[in-house]
């Protein structure tokens, strides 16, 4: 008897939390989706069309470059640094790193885009010193926008992947070794392999990151750079042909069909590769 | 060694012999090149507001930033969401996780995929959905209460739509504090055994329950507060001047100032996450 009363109270305490993000979150989503497919007060696909065309179309390819890009780089590169640190005698360097990554993980936005513009821009204190600007050294681009995504992606990848590096065992490595196996063939048929959903989560978790990026950018490289949140931000603040707002919510879901089929792959990932965290 | 053993050594002793040497060196490299990569921008960055091409030396910038037109209005407004924010979202999640824990074992996944959801969303697909909301809202509710909240929610005095869209964008890494938290002690036991010796039901959660999950309520707040400090897309599309768009406002006409409030706002922040972290170490080694 008490046991169901607590079970009906149960459902009761879940309430508030899932209404509210059917209101708060659910609503605009859905108004999203209905949007997209309004033109003029009539359903249409014009919008997705459009979506999918011209300058919107090289935005959306643009931030998949980005994003392929820096998760690429990012995810080899913190790799590496993880293995430094994992592998290193030293124990304070590893607690530094690993502080100074949860930290710079999270460092992104406005101020992370002003720190490079104080840096490497063209009245930056670095490109001042060296006179890089007469060698042709310019931030404002596609690879410029790529250092400064590193800066917040590799830290994620470092968080991401010392857990999983923790636990190659020593015993696995000497086991290949007594078999053998020199250290390439341990990585190429020990290491990698049970790393691999890791591996593949970090990429995805650095994709997402630099996917869904709008306040560097913005702060950075305005428009020189093509990028579908810089597309849909132009889009929402009216420059677009008059009947055409709702392009804006269309890029939209392109944005989230995208970082949706993504996501997918990485959370299965997630749970296979929480069983070599254990 | 491998003067005794000459028959097994041979294939064993070059790697050996090389092993300890060659990766050291390329550690030394992967560290120095990380180091120079991650300092140098901080660096210059200050180097940036402190360096006067005519007076040499000066903390001007970082002294303009408190006199600086609405530095303090943005400042306070975003730390009042902030503790709004962080308020809302555990008032929500904390029953809904317990009670599901408890009582509604088979809500959990549903919970843990409605509160994960956000993560897939970009915070600029949210805002636009948003703002169609409260463009669209007024043209079909014009003759209900709801007119009133809508504009009620935009007061830019303090945008509560700020606060509902940042307990959205705050719940994946609240729940997952939360869960970690609750995971670490045996929630039914303890109420159980409160309820066995006559607590009420807000007494198990206020006086059993809470004490015990301080540090995954404190990580999941300061994760709020970091959230809610460097967010700028919702508010900036939305037209409220929160301190990131104060930032950005001022940084077309006063290029020095907005470097230094980077760097103040960054202080601020790493604060924050380093009080996290130490309290995240402090659980560890209590545990």
Partial sequence: MTGNRTRSKGWLAA?????????????????????????????SAANLTESLQGAYLTALLGSVKISAVVAVAGGVLGTFLAQAIVTSRFRALREAVLTASGVLANFGGVPLAFAWIATLGNSGVVTQAFG????????????????????????????TVVPA????????????????????????????????????????????????????????????VPLVTLQIDAALSGNV?????????????????????????YLPLQKRSARWLR | MATVTPSVAPAAAPPAKGRPRRPRVWRGVVLVVAALYFVVPLL?????????????????????????????????????????????????????????????????????????????????????????????GPDYLASTPFYQTIIAVQNPDFPLVLVFAYVVLALPFVYRSLDAGLGAIDVRTLSEAARNLGASWPHVVFRVIIPNLRSGLASAGFLTLALVLGEFTIAQLLSFQTFPVWIYTISGSQAQVSVAVSVFSLLITWLLLLLLSSAGARQRSGS
């Fill in chain 1, 132 to 159: 890089l600007s007469d060698h042709g050294w310019n931030l404002y681009n596609f690879w410029g926008l790529t250092l400064v995504y590193l800066y917040f992606s590799i830290p994620l990848m470092v968080l």
């Fill in chain 2, 44 to 136: 210059a960055s200050f180097v940036f507001t402190v360096d006067d091409p005519s007076t040499g030396f000066t903390l001007d910038a970082y002294g303009q930033i408190f006199s600086a037109e609405g530095f303090g209005r943005s400042l306070l407004l975003s730390l009042g969401l902030g503790l709004v924010t962080i308020a809302l979202v555990l008032v929500l999640t904390l029953p809904a996780m317990i009670a599901v824990r408890l009582a509604a074992p088979r809500l959990r996944t549903p919970l843990e995929v409605v509160c994960t959801l956000p993560l897939v969303v970009p915070p600029i697909t949210f805002v636009a959905g948003i703002s169609t909301v409260l463009r669209w």
């Fill in chain 1, 15 to 43: 309430v508030p939390l899932l209404a509210f993000i059917a209101l708060i979150f659910g609503v605009p989503l859905l108004v999203l989706l209905g949007g997209t497919f309004t033109r003029d007060g009539s359903v």
């Fill in chain 1, 241 to 265: 042909l008059i009947g055409h707002e709702n392009v804006a919510l269309a890029l939209s879901l392109d944005m989230i069909v995208i970082a949706g089929l993504v996501m997918a792959v």
């Fill in chain 1, 165 to 224: 590096l923790d636990g190659l065992r020593p015993q696995w490595r000497e086991a290949a070794q007594n078999n053998g196996a020199n250290t390439w063939q341990f990585w190429r048929y020990v290491g990698v392999p049970v790393l691999a959903p890791t591996l593949l989560g970090g990429f995805v978790l650095l994709f997402g990151g630099s996917f869904a990026a709008y306040a560097t950018a913005k702060a950075m490289v305005g428009g020189s």
